[in-house]
């Protein structure tokens, strides 16, 4: 009964092969396209426009000054974050993420995109076709006086994360978002307290 399942499948695959042969799908003829190059320059040309939209808000806000160099403790969580520390200087400023294997730096602007071969990439290394250690650049803005959101794209991938922290009191409420994923974008939220 398996050899009947498999050459079964085998005949499928074979007659769908053929169909697709025929069909009229320039990628799926037997032979390749013919080099247009007003095509390839119009395609390279906006490919070379391709943006990711920053953050939009301000690069800084009343509530900077008192948490500079502060430490919020999470509770054991999926992406392994044990604290979160900020340095914020307008455009060389960083976000520090302890982990179980040590601290990742993510240097971050708030007028320009900052990059990092060792990026926190924030679940964005579990995705399939990301690299384990993804190039991450990251932008940021205030976006509300209390609320300081990065944006985390692994620019050699489709992929980017939005992280929304929530600065109250003495907490750090983090809402973080990707923009694609196998399954749920949000990702729970997650509390830390200094």
Known sequence: MRRFGSLITILIL????????????????????????????AL??????????RPSGYPTSPLADKIIGQWFEFATNDLDIKAISLDLQTDDS??????????ITTPFGFTNWKTSTEA???????FVSVP??????????????????????????????TLNMRFD???LLIDAEHNAAFGPTKLPELIGER
């Open 14 to 41: 074979h007659v769908a092969s053929v169909v697709l042969a025929q069909s009229n799908v320039p990628a799926i003829r037997p032979s390749a396209l013919p080099d247009n190059e007003t095509d390839s320059q």
């Open 44 to 53: 390279q040309a906006r490919i070379s426009s391709l943006t990711v939209k």
């Open 94 to 103: 960083k976000l520090i993420v302890r982990t179980s294997k040590g601290d």
């Open 120 to 126: 926190f990439a924030i679940g964005m290394n579990q």
């Open 132 to 161: 384990a250690k993804p190039l991450i650049a990251t932008c940021g803005a205030w976006t509300e006086d209390n609320v300081l959101t990065l944006k985390l794209v692994a620019y050699e991938t489709p992929f980017y994360t």
């Open 169 to 171: 009191d003495k907490r």
